[in-house]
């Protein structure tokens, strides 16, 4: 008789839970029902040279692992993304003196269109901006070489905080 309650209760949660609207975070297309879509090395008129292709990558990846659009070459896309890097600018965050630098903050503005038959504009963002510190190397053991690592990895990782956010503003998960 327990078995047979615990059963009912169990089935009852898994048919009733799926009508109610909630899920899991993730799945769905973006923007409606995007099925198919090419994503393009974003323009880049910053500085940083790797940026429109760290953007571009971040972007495949979140859509890749959180939606259920399939990421394809512009030649079987239904759908394209396009964007542009803006600038990404530095910053002091924070010093140990006046002239040493402990801190930086970058700051990144980026454009992203969806586009969908003959050019139409289905989905956009202008100056969407992200920031992130990382630190920099101190003077006794570090070096250039170790700054300008650091700032690679914060260009990463603003260009994928900038990915999931975007991701999540094109789906339609409520």
Known sequence: MKKCIAWLVTASVLMIGPGCGYRLEGGGFIHNDVTRVSVAIFENKSTE?????????????????????I????????????????????????????????????????DVVLTGAQGKILWSVKNFLATESYQVSDKVSGTTVDDEANKREAVDLIAERVAERLVSLMTNDF
């Open 71 to 110: 990421v394809v070459g512009a030649d079987n896309a239904t759908r394209k993304i396009t964007g542009t890097v803006r600038s990404i600018t530095f910053s002091a965050l924070s010093r140990s003196s006046s002239e040493d630098v402990t801190e930086r903050e970058v700051t990144a503005k980026v």
């Open 49 to 69: 040279s790797r940026a429109g292709v760290s953007f571009a990558n971040e972007l495949i990846r979140e859509i890749t692992a959180k939606t259920d659009t």
